[in-house]
């Protein structure tokens, strides 16, 4: 049974490719808590494939609803600007797909709190 649901991990691109290791492994990791969903990355730029190519492919392969995770810090004018208006554009071709965009990393729930400790524990565990 083909799953309804999708995660797809929007980065920016690099124009190293193993820059998307990382990334492979949060996508396996995902793909590991949620076998039922369909998990996929998506770059913006200089690597692919583009966010418009990954939606279709899950649309094309039965999801319906699709949260992308903005694997971004913080705010800017990629995720305040470029990426609404990429949704916007697939929301409009594609509109039975139930698409969400998700928070910035740092906006995440605990997430400051994480890295501050993880942050700690390596400069304590330097001394």
Known sequence: MISKDAIVLFAHGARDLRWARP?????AELA????????RIAFLELQGPDLRQTLTALAAAGARRIDIAPIFWSQGGHIAVELPALVEA???????IELRVL??????PGMNEFVARA?????????
């Not at 590991?32 to 998990?39: G, H, L, Y």
């Not at 928070?103 to 995440?108: G, I, S, W």
């Open 103 to 108: 928070p910035v990393l740092a906006e995440l």
């Open 90 to 96: 697939f929301a409009a071709s594609q509109p039975a």
């Open 23 to 27: 990334l492979e492994r949060l996508q």
């Open 119 to 127: 942050i700690l524990a390596q400069a304590d565990g330097t001394r």
């Open 32 to 39: 590991r808590i949620r076998p039922d969903a369909m998990v």
